[in-house]
């Protein structure tokens, strides 16, 4: 008889408590806590880190311009 098809975890402890993680993954306790917070908020990488490059280019594009009036570079 075989045994059900359940898949395999391993239980990691920190300090919120215990929780399963899955045995084929490469992550921690704390990954899986960090991706739950964020499924919780609402936030995805997807529609942040676009954002926050195009900010910090246009950002850097000013303060070359500012540089390059005030003849520092």
Request: avoid cysteine; hydrophobic fraction near 40%.
């Given at each position: 008889m075989q045994a059900p098809n359940v898949a395999a975890v391993r239980q990691e402890i920190e300090l919120l408590g215990e929780q399963p993680v899955p045995v084929e993954v490469y992550y921690g306790i704390h990954?899986?806590?960090a991706s739950k917070n964020f499924a919780l908020s609402g936030i995805?990488?997807?529609n942040t880190v676009p954002m926050t490059l195009?900010?910090?280019f246009r950002a850097l594009r000013r303060s070359r311009?500012?540089?390059?009036q005030v003849g520092v570079i």
């Amino acid at each position: 008889m075989q045994a059900p098809n359940v898949a395999a975890v391993r239980q990691e402890i920190e300090l919120l408590g215990e929780q399963p993680v899955p045995v084929e993954v490469y992550y921690g306790i704390h990954s899986l806590h960090a991706s739950k917070n964020f499924a919780l908020s609402g936030i995805t990488l997807q529609n942040t880190v676009p954002m926050t490059l195009g900010q910090e280019f246009r950002a850097l594009r000013r303060s070359r311009m500012f540089y390059d009036q005030v003849g520092v570079i």
